[in-house]
């Protein structure tokens, strides 16, 4: 598990060693973490890993069993929801059906006495790009145009917090991808702190600066996108984030800052930057997209990582790129992305290949740890 714990900034939201405990079930347990004012932030994790509970715990719809949470030098646990400074955007967008798309945009801000309420709204249908909707009624309008409406509504408000609840779970996979574009245009433009419940990590890796990939209650690992997806340090994350290769290896020596493997026989390479065990047993990891399937005996390449005695068991076109399994003589099939630019042979099942990779490409991991613990999870979702 990763605790990150940065100093305060004058708005930043902090947890510190936050708890909730259901009865005897534990739904949080010693969470702690900053998340920068202005930053678009992440809890990423499957169902049950405590990531919504999280959210309803800064909102002020759960409080937290231990600990506190604190928005810049002030203490908001025991505050009203509606005390907060902190609004929600929740996956049922929870529109007036009645109103229009101005009305609805507007409702905060009349019941609160608020002036000039025209130009308020008309800024945010403006930031939201639907100032030729503002007539229409939520049953008028498509799923993608009923998220920007609640989205507009909550920042309307101007929270120091917008909170995400899978905002984007009920739309389809192309709107969705559209709208996590939106949603970061928006956020970078109104430089409100956002911060993201989600179990798609895709989502979660276009918008956020920062990931919090949860699991039990606890975070695994935080940080930037780029860092959990090349650096993993934990086999869930390592298959939760993206897809692995965990292959069972052992630590023959560690030479300066690299680490000599044997896996089956065959000698592979790994940097000692990204190995977070050198010492005998280990999962050897490498991501589906940075191998290369060769003919068998065909190709050699100086310094590449080569498993050889590979035979092809599936193939599956997709598009921008093809998926293959080859089993290896361990007989673990492995995956391998390869993108279909047409520079390279293509194969069918059956086919014997060998399995390339750049040395630096590899990370090790504890052998102690299960190798399919998130993958499961991934599948199921």
Known sequence: MTDSRPSAGSQDLVLDRVTKRFGSFVAVSDLSLTVPQGSFFALLGPSGCGKTTTLRMVAGLE??????IRLGADEISRLKPYRRPVNTV??????????????????GLRRRGAKDVRKAVGEML????????????????????????????????????????????ALDLKLRRSMQIELKRIQTEVGITFVH????????????????????????QMGAPLELYERPTTTFVSNFLGQSNLIAGRV??????????????SELVAPRSRALSSAGDVWVGVRPEKVFLAAAGSETQEGSNVLRGGVVTDVSFVGVSTQYLAR?????????????????????????????WMPDHTFLLDASQDATAGAELEDAK
Do not use: C, W
């Open 63 to 68: 409080q937290p069993t231990d600990g506190s």
């Open 126 to 169: 403006e930031l939201v790009e639907l100032q030729s909707h503002e007539t229409k009624r939520p049953t008028q309008l498509s799923g993608g145009q009923q998220q920007r409406v609640a989205l507009a509504r909550a920042l309307i408000n101007r929270p120091q917090v917008l909170l995400l609840d899978e905002p984007l779970g």
């Open 252 to 265: 023959r020596r560690v030479d300066g800052v690299t680490v000599l493997l044997d896996v089956n026989g």
């Open 197 to 220: 419940v989600t179990h798609d990590q895709e989502e979660a890796m276009t918008m956020a600066d920062t990931i919090a990939v949860m699991h039990g209650g606890v975070i695994e």
């Open 90 to 107: 929740f996956q049922s967008y929870a529109l007036f059906p009645h109103l229009s798309t101005f009305e609805n945009i507007a409702f």
């Open 328 to 356: 290896v003589p361990t007989g673990q099939e492995l995956m391998v992305f390869e993108q279909n630019t047409g520079t390279r042979q293509s194969f069918r099942g059956g086919d014997k290949v060998d399995l390339h």
